[in-house]
């Protein structure tokens, strides 16, 4: 027909062209991690796609390994069809962590009835592939209904979603691929947790025991602790208050406490241990911070029963009958699991609306905030966190926290110990932090985050240690220039504990850790979190370049009006394109403006110190020899360098910087 045959050549460069489009180059795998499935041809649809009823797409490779659901794009840029118009593209290849799936959802290609129908199938397949053991293959009606799968939509519990095409995968891949993921994204038993299933060389980063971490901290607060063990004698109680004791060597006092605990030096061993029966789990109270005054912070469980049965508790009347007295406050006004894990469920649900359309979230925003109680449970830790700090810090009084469910105990303890003093404001303290008020106090990572699929402990899910991070952002937005790190390196801190590719957060307490080889086969996150600065630009936005050390205390502002809602957490799909497609492209010029920034602020506090010296020289002059000294009796207010900084109405350098 006078149309011209395309030579050999001309075919072989079309066939490599097509072979890379759709075979995109292999990633490359982490540590220990195993390829399980894979399949082309994948489309991986934008928040422009899916608000045009998934019309546009990045066509990729879809990876499933025993740690993460991996899209690789074969090219930068659209597969286009007659329904594929190219109109959207992705920054980044999605990576999702196994561990962090909260929900696997299908659509049909029909949609209405039909989509719901599917969706609702695909779900009873999904738990009922939970249920089953790892050599269960799928049923004959499974099958079927994965046929007919359209796309996949995945949900994470660090609030990203993401949504991919399946249209062009081949029915029993697809089959398969779906099988994988419901087997290792909802694991039932250990062996599938990435952290202790992937055999990877180890070395000097192993995971550090958490009782190690308690034990520096005490060498810091009360070295004299260490030095003799509980002996009862009053000779020793002059020289420390406490004494490291092992009661809890073999776990008999309590199972969530760690084998070596902190407590009063006057009371013998056998009496502190009669004291377990009447605290609930048998958490008496122990130590857990002292000031440099010597005002101790302690935590115990909530008596049980009435208040009357720990009146006669050894330790608590020993307690009572230090220095500095005794203040008891007990977390019942704040909220439980419970009520934070419904509030987080509600943001949950709105964050996956947000992230198909922004624009029409517009109306129901605030209202969503507000019907979700969550800003009202960061208010209510802040002001619990600002009277146990008042307690210490202004009446110089002990405290003792008591829990019920060693939830809010740990939130509030630990807030109380970042306000009051500056090492829990670095990378290094944040992690001491972390590893002696949660991990060591036996706070169950385990069953709040979900990281098995049991049936005993899906009513347990709650996102506590979230609304410490939250509380944590929210004083780094009130006092910008006295922290280290930045929310990045929170919204990390919060994505580690959710994957568990790290051994830090797996399991619920240092018994069952101690009972499977965890500290000699996992790895730490802070190794990875906690390394110098600037080892690379990534690390760098983890920092905070505002940080300017202080020793001086913090006290919380709780009012409503003083909180902000974390947006770049719970809207992470929409945040994220600009976040990760901008950051690390302006790193280099915010680097250069805040170093000239640090250089004014140096010149500042030089001129405040030359000023002050030549206004002593003045005032020192005498008269007679031509000085000029105008006496005062009122006080010079010394001026502070981080007056100016901290005000956030201001037209400082720090607070625009701050600001933006």
Avoid at 30 to 35: R, Y
Avoid at 620 to 633: C, K, L, Q
């Amino acid at each position: 027909f006078g149309v011209p045959m395309a030579s050999d050549e001309t075919v072989t460069a079309l066939l490599e062209r097509a072979g890379m489009f759709f075979c995109p180059p292999e990633p490359q795998w982490l540590d220990g991690e195993v390829v399980l499935i894979s399949t082309d041809r994948v489309l991986r649809f934008d928040r422009h796609g899916m608000r045009h009823r998934r019309q546009s797409g990045l066509t990729g490779r879809l990876f499933v390994t025993t740690f993460r659901l991996l899209f690789v794009s074969a090219e930068r840029s659209t597969y286009e069809l007659d329904v594929y118009r190219g109109q959207g593209h992705c920054d980044t290849e999605p990576s999702i962590p196994l561990a962090s799936i909260a929900r696997i959802g299908v659509h049909s290609p029909q949609g209405g009835s039909a989509l719901n129908l599917l969706a609702t199938g695909a779900q009873q397949l999904l738990q009922s592939r939970r249920r089953r053991s790892s050599g269960t293959s799928l049923s004959s009606a499974n099958k079927l209904e994965a046929e007919v799968i359209f796309s996949l939509e995945i949900s994470c519990k660090d609030l990203r979603w993401f949504h991919f095409g399946l249209e062009f995968v081949g029915s029993s891949l697809r089959i398969k691929l779906l099988d994988t993921l419901a087997r290792y994204a909802f694991p039932t038993k250990l062996s599938r947790v990435f952290a202790l299933s992937s055999k990877r060389a180890i070395g000097a980063t192993r995971i550090t025991p958490a009782t190690q971490f308690l034990l520096q901290k005490a060498s810091r607060c009360i070295p004299t602790s260490l030095d003799k063990t509980s002996s009862g004698n009053a000779s020793d109680a002059d020289t420390s208050f406490w004494c490291l004791s092992d009661i809890n060597n073999a776990f008999e006092v309590c199972e969530s406490y760690p084998t070596r605990i902190f407590l009063p030096r006057d009371v013998p061993p056998g009496l502190a241990t009669s004291c377990a029966q009447r605290w609930i789990g048998g958490r008496i109270p122990v130590w857990c911070w002292s000031s440099e005054e010597s005002v101790h912070l302690c935590r115990a469980g909530c008596p049980v029963g009435s208040k009357d049965n720990v009146t006669h508790c050894a330790i608590l009347f020993a307690l009572q009958n230090h220095k500095h007295g005794l203040f008891l406050y007990q977390c019942d006004s704040l909220p439980v699991y419970t009520e934070v894990q419904h509030a987080f469920e509600k943001l949950h649900q709105f964050s996956e609306s947000v992230a198909c359309d922004p624009d029409d979230s517009d109306d129901s925003y605030f209202s969503t905030i507000h019907t979700s109680n969550w800003l009202r449970f960061v208010q209510q830790v802040l002001i619990a966190t600002a009277t146990v700090s008042r307690a210490i810090s202004g009446q110089k009084r002990n405290v003792l926290i008591t829990d019920d469910y060693l939830d809010m105990g740990c939130v509030v303890s630990s807030l109380v110990q970042i306000c009051l003093e500056p090492h829990y404001r670095t990378c290094k303290g944040f992690a001491e932090l972390v590893e002696t008020e949660w991990l060591c106090m036996g706070h169950p990572f385990q069953r709040r985050l979900g990281h098995l699929e049991l049936s005993e402990e899906r009513g347990e899910r709650s996102p506590i240690f979230l609304l410490f991070l939250d509380c944590v952002h929210q004083l780094t937005l009130q006092f910008p220039l006295r922290f280290e790190y930045s929310q990045n390196y929170l919204i990390s801190v919060w994505d580690h504990a959710l994957s568990c590719y790290y051994g830090t957060f797996v399991l619920n307490s240092e018994l069952q850790r101690l009972s499977t080889p965890m500290y000699a086969t996992t790895q730490s996150v802070w190794d990875e979190l906690n390394q110098p600065h600037g080892t690379s630009p990534t690390q760098n936005l983890l920092l905070n370049p505002l940080y300017a050390p202080h020793n001086e205390n913090l006290m919380p502002v709780s009012g409503m009006s003083c909180l902000r809602f974390w947006n770049r957490m719970f809207f992470r799909t929409a945040e994220d394109a600009f976040v990760q497609g901008h950051a690390l492209r302006t790193s280099t010029a915010l680097e250069k403006l805040l170093g000239r920034l640090r250089g004014l602020l140096d010149l500042r506090q030089q001129l405040l110190q030359q000023a002050d010296a030549h206004a002593d020289n003045s005032d020192a002059s005498d008269p007679a020899e031509g000085g000029v000294s105008v006496p005062s009796n009122e006080p010079r207010e010394q001026p502070s360098s981080s007056s100016a900084l901290d005000d956030e109405t201001g037209d400082s350098p720090a607070a625009a910087a701050a600001a933006a």
